[in-house]
C-alpha cells in the first residue's frame, strides 16, 4: 500500500512537470513579455534592461530551471494588466469558487443519491420514470443554459433570487471571506450552486440507480431479505453500500470537470471566483494569470485524483494495491 | 433485404421504444432543417443587405408587435430567430459530425495501437489518456482557444479532437485487450496471419458496436461544448452562426423582458442533444442486451 502510494505520488509530480513545461512554453513563446512589461515605446536599451530582469538572455533550459524555482516559491510573476502578483490574486479569489464547488458537489451528492435510491426500488413506477426522465434532462442541458434559464425564470420572471454576484459576505480569517454565514450571501449561491451541480447530480443519480438495481438482484441482497431483515437494513446497508463506493469514486474524479463548469457558471453569475479571473485573463491575453491558474488546477485535481485513490483502497478491502 | 429489416428485432425494438423514436424525430427535424437552411430559411441572417434594425427585436409573431415573416421574433440586429437557429444548427452539425469522425479514427487507432503492441507505447498513450480524463474537457478546449486566438471552426475542431480521442482510446484498447486473449485471435495469429490483418479483420470487427455507444453519446457532448465555448467567446467566430453566441447575445436582454432572444435558441441547442441521448441510450441497450430495462 506505502509503495503503491508513494509510486502515485511519484507519477502526479511528473505529471505536474509536464504541464509546467507545457505553461512554460506557452509562456515563452507567446506574447512578447518584453514589449508587454516595457510598453510598446520603449527604446533599444530599455528593452535589453527588461530582457535581462527578466532572464531571457540566457539558454532555455536555464529559464525553465528560474521558472520551476519560482514555482515552487508560488511565484508566478505579475499580471500584465494589473502589475499585482498572480498567485495573491488567484488566492483572493479562492474562496468564492471553493464555497460555489462546495455547495453544488453537497446538492449532486445528497440530491443524486437519494433520487438514485428512489428510483431503483421500484423501477417502473411513475415516479421513477419521471426522475429518470429528469435525469435525461439533466446530462441534456448544457451548463449555460441552465444558469440563463434559472436567472429567466426566478430573477426575471419570479423576482425572488438574485441573479449575480455574491451578495452579503462575512469574514472568518484573514482574507476568507464567506457568503455561508450571511442570508443574503445563501440567496445568492442557490441559483449558481445548482447550475453547477445539476449535471453532475444527473450523473451520480444515474450511477445510484444503476449499482442499486444490479446490487438488489445480487444474492447477498435475496438472502438479507430471505432473514426477514427490516426493509431499511437491506437497501441501506446491504445495498447501499457497494454501490457507495463507485459513486463516491466518480463524485471525486468529477472534480475536475466541477471545476471546468465552474468557469462557465462564475461567468454568467458574476460570480467573483477564479474562474472569472480567468476568462478575463484569456479576454485580454494576460499570460502570467493563465499560467498561475493552469498550475494551480492542475495541483488540485491531483491532488484530489491521489486522495480519491487512496481512500478508495481504504474502503474497499477487495483492492489490493501491489 | 427489406423483408429481412422490417421482420428483424433491431427495427421492433426500436419501433416499441418511444423515447427512441422521439429522439430520432427531434434530431432529423433539426438535422433536415440545418442541411437545407439556405433554401427554407425565410432570410440568410449573415447577409447584412438584408438585415434593417427597424425590425430589431420583435417578438415571435403571435405575440403583440410581432410580425410576418419573423415567426419567432427578431434579435437585436433584426436577424430573424429561426433562421439564425437554422444556421447556427449547421455549426453545431457540422463541428460535431467533424470532431466524431476525426477523434473517433485517430482515438480508436491509438487505443488499437496501444492494446496490441502493449509496452512502452502503451503505458505513455494511457497515462496521457487518463491524465487528459481527470482534467476538464471544458478547460482544455477553452484554454487551447483562448490561448491559439482567431483560427475560426477549423481551429474549434481541432480543439476539441484534442480532448476528445481519449475517450475512443480508452474504449477500443478495452475491446482490443478483452479480444486479444480470445481462441480465434491466436488461431488467426497461429496460421500466420500479418498483423495487420489480425487487427482489421479480427480485432476492430468486435470492437465497433462499443465505440458506436460512445460516439452516440459523445455527439451530445460535442454539441454541448461547442455552444458553450461559443457562449464564452472562445469558440465559434462572431461572423458565423452559432447557437452557444445567439444565447450569450440574447442574454444581455432578459432583464428587458426579451426572453425568445434565449429561450428559442436553447429549445434548439437542447432538442439535438436530448435527441442524440434518447438514441443513444437505445442504442447501448440494444447492444449490450443484459442492459436491458427490467
Redesign the interface.
Given at each position: 500500500m506505502i509503495s503503491y502510494i508513494i509510486r502515485r505520488i511519484g507519477?502526479s509530480i511528473v505529471?505536474l512537470f509536464?504541464v509546467s513545461f507545457l505553461c512554460f512554453g506557452?509562456f515563452q513563446f507567446?506574447g512578447d513579455p518584453v514589449l508587454t512589461l516595457a510598453g510598446r515605446y520603449a527604446t533599444q536599451e530599455q528593452q535589453e534592461l527588461v530582457r535581462r530582469s527578466l532572464g531571457l538572455d540566457k539558454p532555455f533550459y536555464v529559464q525553465y530551471a528560474i521558472f520551476i524555482r519560482n514555482a515552487l516559491r508560488g511565484n508566478f510573476g505579475l499580471s500584465y494588466t494589473s502589475q499585482v502578483p498572480v498567485m495573491r490574486m488567484i488566492l483572493e479569489r479562492f474562496p468564492a469558487s471553493f464555497e460555489l464547488a462546495l455547495v453544488a458537489m453537497f446538492i449532486a451528492l445528497t440530491l443524486g443519491i437519494t433520487l438514485g435510491v428512489v428510483s431503483s426500488l421500484r423501477?417502473r413506477s411513475p415516479l421513477s420514470r419521471a426522475i429518470m426522465a429528469g435525469s435525461?434532462?439533466g446530462?441534456?442541458?448544457?451548463?449555460?443554459?441552465v444558469g440563463?434559464?434559472l436567472?429567466?425564470i426566478f430573477s426575471?420572471w419570479l423576482r425572488v433570487l438574485p441573479?449575480f454576484g455574491r451578495g452579503e459576505v462575512v469574514r472568518i480569517v484573514g482574507r476568507w471571506r464567506s457568503g455561508l454565514l450571511a442570508l443574503d450571501g445563501l440567496r445568492h449561491l442557490i441559483l449558481p450552486a445548482i447550475t453547477l451541480g445539476l449535471y453532475q447530480l444527473a450523473v451520480l443519480l444515474r450511477l445510484t440507480r444503476g449499482g442499486m438495481?444490479e446490487a438488489l438482484?445480487e444474492d447477498y441482497t435475496r438472502t438479507a431479505w430471505a432473514k426477514g431483515l427490516p426493509q431499511r437494513a437491506v437497501i441501506f446497508k446491504h445495498a447501499l453500500r457497494n454501490v457507495l463506493i463507485p459513486v463516491v469514486t466518480m463524485a471525486g474524479?468529477q472534480m475536475?470537470?466541477?471545476?471546468?463548469?465552474s468557469?462557465?457558471t462564475e461567468?454568467?453569475f458574476q460570480w467573483p471566483g477564479m474562474g472569472n479571473l480567468l476568462?478575463t485573463a484569456?479576454?485580454e491575453?494576460d499570460h502570467p494569470i493563465?499560467v498561475a491558474y493552469?498550475m494551480f488546477?492542475?495541483g488540485l485535481?491531483?491532488f484530489i485524483?491521489l486522495a480519491v485513490d487512496i481512500l478508495y483502497g481504504i474502503l474497499n478491502p477487495k483492492i489490493r494495491y501491489d | 433485404m427489406i423483408r429481412r429489416l422490417l421482420r428483424s428485432r433491431t427495427l421492433n425494438h426500436y419501433l416499441r421504444d418511444p423515447s427512441a423514436v422521439l429522439g430520432s424525430f427531434l434530431l432529423l427535424v433539426l438535422l433536415v432543417g440545418a442541411v437545407f437552411a439556405p433554401w427554407i430559411a425565410p432570410q440568410n441572417p449573415y447577409d447584412p443587405k438584408v438585415l434593417t434594425l427597424q425590425d430589431s427585436l420583435l417578438p415571435p409573431i403571435w405575440m403583440e408587435g410581432g410580425r410576418a415573416p419573423y415567426l419567432l421574433g427578431t434579435d437585436d440586429q433584426g436577424r430573424d430567430i429561426l433562421s439564425t437557429i437554422l444556421y447556427g444548427c449547421r455549426t453545431s452539425f457540422l463541428v460535431a459530425f467533424s470532431v466524431i469522425l476525426i477523434a473517433g479514427t485517430a482515438g480508436s487507432l491509438i487505443g488499437l495501437l496501444a492494446a496490441y503492441y502493449g509496452g512502452v507505447l502503451d503505458a505513455v498513450t494511457m497515462r496521457l489518456a487518463d491524465t487528459m480524463f481527470s482534467f476538464s474537457t471544458t478547460l482544455i478546449a477553452m484554454l487551447l482557444l483562448g490561448i491559439f486566438k482567431g483560427g475560426g471552426i477549423p481551429l474549434v475542431i481541432l480543439a476539441i479532437v484534442l480532448t476528445d480521442w481519449v475517450r475512443y482510446a480508452r474504449t477500443m484498447r478495452g475491446s482490443a485487450l478483452a479480444v486479444k486473449q480470445e481462441d480465434y485471435v491466436q488461431a488467426a495469429r497461429a496460421v500466420g496471419a500479418s498483423n495487420f490483418r489480425i487487427m482489421f479483420r479480427h480485432i476492430i470487427p468486435n470492437a465497433i458496436p462499443p465505440i458506436l455507444v460512445v460516439a452516440a453519446v459523445d455527439f451530445g457532448a460535442v454539441v454541448m461544448l461547442e455552444a458553450t465555448l461559443s457562449f464564452l467567446g472562445v469558440g465559434v467566430p462572431i461572423n458565423k452562426p452559432s447557437l452557444g453566441m445567439m444565447i450569450s447575445q440574447g442574454k444581455r436582454f432578459i432583464y428587458a423582458g426579451k426572453w425568445w432572444l434565449v429561450v428559442f435558441p436553447g429549445s434548439a441547442l437542447i432538442s439535438i442533444v436530448l435527441g442524440v441521448n434518447l438514441l443513444a441510450d437505445w442504442l447501448r441497450e440494444e447492444i449490450n442486451p443484459r442492459l436491458r430495462k427490467r
Open positions: 507519477q505529471v509536464v506557452i507567446l423501477p435525461l434532462l446530462i441534456s442541458l448544457p451548463t449555460f443554459l440563463i434559464l436567472i429567466l426575471v441573479p438495481l438482484a474524479l475536475g470537470e466541477l471545476i471546468g463548469f468557469i462557465v461567468s454568467i476568462l484569456i479576454y491575453s493563465i493552469v488546477v492542475a485535481i491531483l485524483n | -
